[in-house]
Each structure stands twice: as structure tokens, then as C-alpha cells.
């Protein structure tokens, strides 16, 4: 997308925006568009710096000048089964940042490019802290617990420091006991540990063994009763890595889950039953679609990621089609994407207009050879969607029959074809002998072979009349390729173009080359007279013809 002239269906198609209704379905969208520059990110770890920092994203915005650079940060709050993003400030700041980091010492480390893109050669490392709190002893056990290191402490030590105050060091203890495998020792402080943190240390830790053993399952099976745990980020958790572990025993306690007050733990409910693979879970994630309806992004991601692992094939999702609502139907469209179906082309006849187009971009964007036809046919679809048109055009360019190129021509000359579209369409037509080897839609490397011009020229020839019936900018595109195309028949439109004084300078230019490419017999008297025209455009072109 970076090098197409407006971006393509990143700027088009919105990508990059927070979520709305009609952004590809197939992305889980971002939170929000806080930063130009981002360079760097870290989290607080929970020690050595004041409150105000608790749950703090350290995120450097690095914009090539200290003036308008430096770290923001910023906490997250729960919205459904994601988050938004709040607090947001500029903590930091006038400083061109390149990184961020937490030191053992409770300071904030960052590293200064000093100024501009390319640099100055030199740079240096700030740190920020709070001598108060660096020196107190919270601070000081830290950086002497990680200095130390965790793989000589007894299970009983580690199990208490997965309660610490310091994300590093809960971390640090999970990752000894799992290395040392002390299941029992995980377990307990996940089923009675003291406090979420902890708890979900337990679960965690657990998990890494399990994942590694051919009896993961059993391992995990003393945390089934967590599916119900009074704590919902547990409840999730337990999801979590019982899905990891395909256990078959969680299956009953995880559709419930699809019905949790919860949207967190109905995403992980649904991400694990996908991960279990099994198609009676259709159904119930159908249900949890329907009744999401599309309004949390987050959400309808983890039940088309339950689908699609649940489906086995397209074949299991293709009854959805019929299914009377239109999230589970897009739902199910973007699963089929996932596992490359070519039975995603059903969905090209939906009757809602968001899973058409989300269809067509499983199709197009993949690519799904097998069902280009398909989509190529909606040619002759009265839509206005640019998303959609863009691909159905290219569809037919890419087939590159003569069929295509009649269909490509029509569409062109077609009054309520949009005028972009239809530049577009002609566009096509011009390059159709000898196609750019990037996509047009995506700017892909996606090379098609060399190929006669003369569909394309036939196929314009037959549809001149309703292109000269368009706007001005479709007529003078019309007459130019036309006239690349050896047509001889738009001479006259040619003519009155560069005549008609309300044209564009660069419309009347264009259509003296045309009349040159064509070698028109009225060609010297126009030269003759354009040299002599109020727009210099037209006289440079008119010189240009004489060298």
C-alpha cells in the first residue's frame, strides 16, 4: 500500500482508523491513532516510580525534531473484549526518543537521537527516576532479586513471588518453575494463590509445562473447575490455555462461557473452542455472533477465529450462509477467508452489502483463483462500492479474456458507474497488452503474462458512445486511450475537445497528442493552429509534435 499514489485500500478502505462499520472484517482494528512516530514501548512494571504511573504504556513518538517528540503515556481500559485507550499525556517530552526501558534500579531509561532523521552522530542515554522511591526498600529487594536470579530458589520461595508488587519478578519466578516443572506448586497458587496476579502467574506457569508434555491436558485438567472461578480475568485464563492444550473435558464449560457476562471471557471461550477443532461448536458460536451482531470487532475476531478452526473446511460453514443473520454470515465469510476457501464466493450474492464486499476481498486480496470468475461476473452488480468495484474490475483484467475486456468497456461507458471507476476501467484497457507486474488494487507482485491488444480496442471501439456521453474527464480520458488504442474513430471527438476552450489546458494538450498518435490527416492544420493558443499547455504540446 506504501507506494500507491493515495495509499490503496489503506487510506481507501480505512485500515488504519479506530473501528467503524464497513472497515474490513478480516483486521482487528486499532484502539486509536495516538502516535506518529511510534519507536519504542514499555511497561511499568509496578515498581519505582510514583502511583501516577501504575498501568502506564510507555510509548516514544519519535517525529524527527525534539520540539514535537518524546514519550507518551497512557493506560488501557476495558471496552467489551478489548480496550480503549485513556490517561493519555505527554509525560516525557521535547526530546527526540528512540527507545524506552525500565532499569532494575526503579529508573526510566531512554536514549536520545538528539535531532533530525539522519542523525547527528552522536546521542545519549537519560535516566528518570525518583530518588525517594529508587532508594526505598521495595526498589532495592527488586534489583537485588534480579540480579541474583531465580534458578537456585527453593519452589516454596518462587510460589510466594509470584504475589510480588513487580511484574519482572512474577514473571522472573513463573518462568524458574516451569523450568524446574513444579506442577504441584503452579497449581496450588493458581487454585488458591493470593490475588489475581498471582493466580494467573499459577495458570500461566502451568500451562508452559503442559504445553510441552504429551499429557498436556491432564496436567491442566485440576484447573477445569477455574471455568467457573467468581474472578472473570481467571475464568479467561483457564480458558485460555485449556483450549492451548485441545482438552477435550473443558468443551461443555467453554460453550457456556460463550454466555459469560464477560466479552473478555466469551473471546477466549470462543478462541479455545476453535482451537479444540470440533464442529458441534458452530452452532453456539453462531449464537455468540448473532447476539455480538458485529458491534465489538474484538469479539466477532474470536468467534470467526472459533469458526473457522471448528469448521475443518469450508464445508462446515457454508449452511451459515443461509443463517439469518448478517454478522454470523461475515463472520463466517472472513472464516472461510482464513482457512482459503474458494466456497467464500457464495457469499458474493448476499443480500447485505458488507459481507458481499468482504467476500470479494477473500477473493481479490488472497488470492482465490479458483472463484476469480465469480467474482469477476459482478460487473454487470448496480453497486457503488469502491472497495467491491475496485476488484471486480480487476478480477476481469486479471482473467484478461476478450469477455473481460467487453465487460471492463461497459462498465466504463456506463452512466452510473462512478467517474473514478470508470478512469479506472479505461486505465485498464490502455495497459491490458502489457500489465504492470504489481497489482492494481494492491500493489502485490502479481505478474500476468504479455497479451494482445486487440480485445481492448475492440471492446472500447464498441462502447465509445456511452464513454463520450460521460462526464468531461471520462470523455478526454476516453479519446486519449482511444487514440493509444489505434482508433481511429474518436478523431472527431479529439477535435472538438481541443476546440472547446472550456476543456482543461491539459485535456486540449492531451487530445492534440492523441490526434498526433493517430497520424489524423487534419493533424498540421491543428498543430498550426495551436501554436497560436492562449493556453501554454496546448502550445507546448503543438511544439512538441513539430520536434
Do not use: C
Amino acid at each position: 500500500y506504501q507506494y500507491l499514489p493515495d495509499r490503496g485500500p489503506f487510506n481507501r478502505e480505512k485500515i488504519w482508523h479506530p473501528f467503524h462499520e464497513g472497515q474490513p472484517a478480516y483486521i482487528v482494528p486499532p484502539l486509536a491513532n495516538l502516535a506518529s512516530g511510534p519507536s519504542g514501548l514499555a511497561f511499568y512494571p509496578g515498581t519505582g516510580l510514583p502511583e501516577h504511573y501504575k498501568n502506564r504504556f510507555f510509548l516514544v513518538d519519535f517525529r524527527g525534531g525534539p520540539g514535537n517528540s518524546g514519550v507518551r503515556t497512557f493506560r488501557n481500559k476495558p471496552k467489551g473484549a478489548g480496550f480503549e485507550v485513556v490517561d493519555a499525556e505527554e509525560t516525557l517530552w521535547r526530546v527526540l526518543a528512540t527507545d524506552v526501558a525500565f532499569g532494575p534500579d526503579g529508573g526510566v531509561y531512554l536514549t536520545d537521537w538528539v535531532n533530525g532523521w539522519n542523525g547527528e552522530g552522536k546521542g545519549r542515554i537519560y535516566r528518570y527516576s525518583s530518588p525517594e522511591i529508587s532508594a526505598s526498600a521495595e526498589v532495592q529487594e527488586v534489583k537485588k532479586l534480579l540480579a541474583e536470579g531465580f534458578s537456585q530458589r527453593s519452589a516454596e520461595e518462587l510460589a510466594k513471588l509470584l504475589a510480588h508488587a513487580d511484574r519482572r519478578v512474577r514473571q522472573e519466578a513463573q518462568f524458574a518453575l516451569a523450568d524446574k516443572k513444579e506442577v504441584a506448586a503452579l497449581m496450588q497458587v493458581a487454585l488458591k494463590g493470593p490475588g489475581v496476579l498471582a493466580r494467573l502467574h499459577g495458570i500461566w506457569g502451568t500451562a508452559q509445562v503442559a504445553r510441552h508434555e504429551s499429557k498436556g491436558s491432564e496436567i491442566l485438567a485440576p484447573l477445569l473447575p477455574l471455568l467457573a472461578d467468581e474472578e472473570a480475568e481467571i475464568r479467561a485464563q483457564a480458558a485460555n490455555v485449556l483450549g492451548e492444550v485441545k482438552s477435550a473435558a473443558a468443551v461443555e464449560g467453554l460453550v457456556k462461557l460463550l454466555k459469560d457476562e464477560s466479552p473478555r471471557v466469551r473471546y477466549f471461550a470462543a478462541l479455545a473452542l476453535g482451537k479444540l477443532g470440533r464442529k458441534d461448536s458452530l452452532g453456539p458460536l453462531a449464537v455468540m455472533l448473532e447476539t455480538n451482531n458485529s458491534q465489538d470487532p474484538v469479539l466477532r475476531h474470536a468467534g470467526i477465529m472459533g469458526l473457522a478452526g471448528s469448521a475443518g473446511s469450508g464445508e462446515g460453514l457454508a449452511e451459515l450462509s443461509k443463517h439469518p443473520s448478517a454478522a454470523v454470515r461475515l463472520a463466517a465469510a472472513v472464516a472461510m477467508r482464513k482457512l482459503g476457501s474458494e466456497q467464500v464466493a457464495i457469499f458474493l450474492n448476499d443480500i447485505d452489502p458488507l459481507v458481499v464486499v468482504e467476500a470479494a476481498r477473500a477473493i481479490h486480496d488472497l488470492p482465490l483463483e479458483g472463484a476469480l470468475p465469480k467474482l469477476a461476473a459482478l460487473i454487470t452488480r448496480g453497486s457503488t462500492d469502491d472497495a467491491l468495484l475496485r476488484r471486480v474490475l480487476n478480477a476481469n483484467y486479471r482473467l484478461g479474456t476478450p469477455e473481460n475486456a467487453d465487460a471492463i468497456a461497459a462498465f466504463a461507458a456506463r452512466k452510473n458507474s462512478p467517474d473514478n471507476l470508470r478512469l479506472e476501467a479505461l486505465a485498464m484497457l490502455q495497459t491490458w497488452d502489457k500489465p504492470s507486474p504489481k497489482d492494481r488494487v494492491l500493489n502485490f507482485w502479481r505478474p500476468l503474462p504479455a497479451r494482445e491488444l486487440e480485445p481492448a480496442a475492440v471492446a472500447l471501439r464498441t462502447n465509445l458512445p456511452g464513454i463520450f456521453s460521460g462526464s468531461p474527464k471520462v470523455q478526454a480520458e476516453g479519446a486519449k486511450v482511444a487514440a493509444g488504442l489505434g482508433i481511429k474513430e474518436v478523431s472527431p471527438a479529439l477535435f472538438a475537445l481541443l476546440a472547446d476552450k472550456a476543456q482543461p489546458p491539459q485535456t486540449r494538450a492531451d487530445s492534440l497528442t492523441a490526434l498526433a498518435t493517430l497520424k489524423d490527416p487534419g493533424l498540421e492544420k491543428a498543430v498550426d493552429t495551436s501554436l497560436k493558443d492562449d493556453a501554454s499547455l496546448v502550445r507546448a504540446a503543438a511544439r512538441n509534435i513539430l520536434l
